[in-house]
C-alpha cells in the first residue's frame, strides 16, 4: 500500500523497525525539549502530514519499550487518524511515572498502524440474538 505524505520535520519519514513489525516507529519534531511531570499530558508535533486511502485508518499506539521502561503512553491509545484529515500528525503523551520524562527532538514517541475498516450501519431492533453470555460483562465468569 502507498500512503501519500508530506514530511515537514527534521527526521527521516516513518519506519518499520524490522521485518516483519506492524507498527511504524514516530518521531517527536521538537524545536526544545519537553519536560512531562509525572500524571501530566502534552501534544506532540511530528511535523508529518498524511493522505489515508478511504476505508483505512492510522491507529496510533504506545510503544511497549517507553510504556514499561517508563511510564510513557499515547493517552488515547489507540488513536485514530481518519482518512480525511489533512492536518500535522501530533501525539497525545502521558507520563504515568513518578518522575519526570524529557521528550527529545528526533525520539522515537509511538508507533503507527495502517489498518482497514468497515462502515458500520444501524439496524434498528426490538430484540437480539440471545447468548449464553448474555448481559454479562466486566469479569462476569469470576474465573482467576
Known amino acids: 500500500m502507498k500512503i501519500k505524505i508530506i514530511n515537514r520535520s527534521k527526521h527521516k519519514l516513518p519506519e518499520y523497525s ?39 485508518e492510522a491507529q496510533i499506539r504506545p510503544r511497549s519499550g517507553l510504556a514499561i521502561k517508563k511510564g510513557i503512553t499515547v493517552l488515547n491509545s489507540p488513536g485514530t487518524i481518519d482518512a480525511d484529515y489533512r492536518g500535522e500528525v501530533c501525539i497525545i503523551l502521558i507520563n504515568l511515572s513518578e518522575e519526570n520524562f524529557v521528550i527529545k527532538d528526533g525520539e522515537r514517541i509511538c508507533q503507527m498502524v495502517i489498518s482497514s475498516h ?11 440474538v440471545q447468548t449464553e453470555r448474555g448481559e454479562g460483562g466486566f469479569g462476569h465468569t469470576g474465573k482467576e
Open 18 to 56: 524490522t521485518e516483519h513489525a506492524a507498527g511504524m516507529d514516530i518521531r517527536a519534531n521538537l524545536d526544545e525539549d519537553i519536560v512531562l511531570e509525572p500524571m501530566k499530558r502534552a501534544l506532540v508535533k511530528t511535523g508529518l502530514y498524511i493522505e489515508i486511502p478511504v476505508g483505512y
Open 118 to 128: 468497515e462502515k458500520a450501519e444501524w439496524v434498528q431492533v426490538e430484540e437480539l
